[in-house]
């Protein structure tokens, strides 16, 4: 059996080298493969090469492409197509397959790589690296053409086997380069006694290096060196400590922080963030806390509890003696305002005080015992007559008299008699309702004359006679109707705004206590002597006020009897003034005659009856204002123009003005006009002007004419005689008199 199998392989192999005859062509060849391939006599893959003359099987092409990868490591699949005569399309087929099988390859951007590949490329890497010391991965994967991620992935596992360096920010270094540069960074770093920014430091090693080795030097990244110093760091090989990565604070300089803030916190009970800012503490409130627990951290200032028990114990002593204390000129000059007002706040005996209402804190630092703020009250009450009050009775509003420039000297003005009595044009109704109590004919009236509601602190006082009613029913001359009664609810509120302004209270408050001066000025609005002066001014119009209404109280009765007294001088003139005012009529036709008796009556029965108008009315205007007015002041005082215009301008209001125009016309040529003047100021005042009737007439004629009759009888002076005979003739033949008309002929003679 055995020789017949050697006899067909002799046989097969002498057919085979044997050469035939007869050569197929190509074509046959290709239809002879294609009919095996039908029959399925070929049941594996055919592959054409490129040229199209050639089969090969996949198999073969798989062995082909390992061949070439063993014989060079790495193999692009672009060059093993040309290589092989295959198509790219079954050159990358079989490649993927190839490094499927084989864990040893990979296939990287159509190249096929060995691991061996890496071992012998790593090798000369780290030949390079120790002729070197540095070597970038920029460089190397520019030499392999390969990206930067591949080396770094290739060298990492092969670092400290095959590759003896430290991979570091994109550079490979020997160790020896390493231990160098730790070497300086360990040196600058422990060099450094201030806090420093550690890209700085780096900046200064790397230009160091340059200079040593030229423009050829190697080029180190910071990041290497951070690298190296967090080492360090983490050794113990330099002490000290890192904010935000980049901020070095050596041990040293932390000691020497350390040790500055507490002696100067223990010397000083105190520590300004400014001081910590400056030693380089970044957040010395939090800083402080951490550091003294016990401490009381302000806004501006770091304090020692011992500063508020310091403080407590003057603030308590202050109280105590009823006095006051700036809490700055306890504390330490570095404190200010608003950390004063906090201290304060910690004091128990400023708290204490403060419930208790014992103590009041002006402005930011000064607390004032309410024994002292009384104290100064008390003093300012007693002189609150020289603060120069001037109040409006038909208003209720008071008004400051002081000038600023006698604000600004701190002078004291003492009011007069005339502080009090400029009021405006409401006040009418101060005198209207006033009148005599007794009835006075058919023209008194009835007591349904009613009464005028004043100011809330003053009295009412009824009014008598039906015109006066009228008056202050229908045109309001009592002040209701003219300053808007209806609106009275908002005369408290008015009634502040402008009396005790806080200049004048200043003023007053320095004059007393002349030891607050050194608070400063009162620029601020929130200065001590600022809100003390506030603090007084209720207290001090209260006391305005009670004092006011005790006054105006005492004088209600004074002045129903001074405008009793005019009212009943003003009947009697007015009934004689209208009688003689008709008895005028019969000199019309006579102009120098008539002129004559209307200037004699303006002088003889106009200026008494004025003057007395003018006084009573500004002695009833001090009286309802609340100030005092001495009853033993003359009352028949003989008044001049001027005195007579400064009475009539000082009255209220409207008032005033029909009191200047009655001054006017007493100063005129005509009774008439003088007459209708008075009347108009007695309306407005509310006094009662009696009209003359026919039957007052009569009574009065009959009166004088029994008079004149009694004087001739009993006259012997043939020069008195006369006047007193013509009076009489011609009181008999017009029914027209002159009290005076003796007086007027005899006058008359002389022109």
Known sequence: ???ELLELQRQLEAAQSARSSVRLSERNVVELVQKLQERGLIDFELLHTVSGKEYITSDHLKHEIKVEIKKRGRASLVDLSDTLGVDLYHIERQAQKVVTEDPALMLINAEIMSQSYWDTVTEEINEKLQERSQIALAEIAAQLHIGSELVLNILEPRLGTIVHGRLEGGQLYTPAYVSRITAMVRGATRGLTVPTNLPSVWNSLQQQLQEMHGANGVSVEGSFFQSIFVALLKEGAVLGSVRAGVHWTPAVFAHAQKESVDAF???NSYIGYEVLQKLAIPQPKQYLEARYPDGIAL??????PSVVDMLDAAVGDAIENGQWIDSLSILPSYISGPDATKILSLCPSFQKAAKSSKAVLFGESCVFSNVFIKGIFDQLEKEIDSFG???????GTPVNMNSSSEHRAGSVQYSDTKDFGDNDASSTGASSDRGP?????????SAKGGA?????DEEIIPVKGKKAHRKNKDTGSSGDAKRGGKKAPEKPKEENTNIFPDELIEQKVLAVAPELEELGGSDDLNGPIKLLSSHLRPMLIDAWKKKRNTMLSENAERRRSVLDNLQKQLDEAVLDMQLYEKALDVFEDDPATSGILHKHLLRTMGTPIVNKILSSLDRDNKLKNGMEYEDSEEQHAQLSTTDRTFLAKDLPGQLSSKAQALVEALEGKRFDSFMDALRDTAEESGLLFKKLDKRL???MLHSYRKDLIAQVSSETDPVSFLPKVVALLFLQHTTRVFRHLEELLVL???Y
């Open 1 to 3: 059996m055995d020789a």
């Open 697 to 699: 007439e009569r009574s």
């Open 299 to 304: 806004e501006a200032v770091f304090v020692h």
């Open 389 to 395: 009050i001037k109040h409006s009775a038909g208003q």
């Open 265 to 267: 916190f223990s010397q």
């Open 452 to 456: 005028v509601e004043k100011d809330d």
């Open 437 to 445: 109590k007794k009835k006075r004919g058919k023209a008194t009236g």
């Open 748 to 750: 008359s003679s002389h």
